[in-house]
DNA sequence: AATAAAATTTAAGGATACTTAAGTTTGTAT
DNA sequence: ATACAAACTTAAGTATCCTTAAATTTTATT
């Protein structure tokens, strides 16, 4: 039998970690799209493999057992995500999904071979840094979303969150990408939308969409 | 929840299926390592959804329901298959089991832009067909198991059985491989083995291997 | 045709992962 | 400090897919 849900929460306990390393119950129930007596169900399984440290009506944590496996989910997904994106072709806001999947089948050893294929890469197209083989995390540079910069201000991006195709496919379409420089020419104060310049085009940007956009600030 | 074992019911059904449409339970439990008291549920549950012909004690059969999953699933599994041997550069033996987890995996969409990227590819690297998007199978070559060809007579190869690595491995080591020319030098009338000319180079095969391999007779 | 062997099904039960409904604990607001 | 809401757990039950053991049906042998 398959252990995707397992595998599910691992990584989305991982990824929904707070500075300490904790998780709210429901959180994951609400990311997962499952019940939170569900959500229990599971914590108490993965405790007893010692997966997580958990007692009841207090959050969990990852042990460093049920970290190594979440990382490696993590980074399973990234790859997949990265070869789907360069490899086959798969538009920004398709390959989430897809690899989403395909995280769960394929050996190590493709994960790895695929992985040397796109010559080690360390973010994913989505600019989320790939744990190695080893585990480790690539270092981001500092960045902030797009919605705290001031006037006049310039940014690279760095990173955009892939919860939402929606999102990915209308940004894409302005012309925004990885390494793109964005400059704020104007914060509108009334609804706290950005007028930027991409490619020397304007474009409005509701705040709702800045704050999913990080950027590394230009002198 | 996932459907795995329904899919490779169904699969399995397909690719067993004599040439009346006919499997016995007891061949699916050994394909999928499963006991026969399995197949027999699982049977109930296809029967219940359309997919299969099923009396009890009697043989099963698809409909035509099931003929098109069955089909979709082989499609899925066959292509993924070409594109890890073609693209990822995956050998001749690890693509099956490989394909196996990921044909469960990935949109039909993300098959159809594969199979676009092999252009169109007609047979996996095994030889088997590979169901077109409309549920077309290719017609393979007039072929015979090279157990069958006898003293000096030559064939190409067309085809071969994968479900043993270990075989697969083997053979290509002596180089055969889909297109390969093999004669028959003598057949060895003690144990039925046979010697064969492979490249210029004799080899010894036994009839079990010589059993499991497919080739189009030359005149 | 009787009987033994093989194939298959039924019965009972287990693991996983989910649900809803009801109950408990925790934290916050007054 | 209490009372209430939010967060969380427990309880009871479902679906899927599996197991072993016992019973049944089919088929092959004599």
Redesign the pocket.
Known sequence: ?K????EDYLSEIYKNSDENGQV????IAEK??????????????LKREGQIK?E????VELTSKGKEYAKNMVRRHRIWEVFLHQIVGLPWDKVHDEAHHLEHSGSDELINKMEEMLNFPQFDPHGDPIPSKLGIVPEQKHNVALSNLKQNQKGVVIRVNDFDNNFLIYISQIGIKLKKEIKVCEVLNFDKSILVEIDGKKNNLSRTIAENIFVEIKK
């Open positions: 039998m252990n995707i849900s397992k709210k119950a429901n959180l997962l799209q499952v019940s939170n007596a569900a959500v229990t169900d599971m914590l108490k399984k958990y009841p009506y207090r959050g």
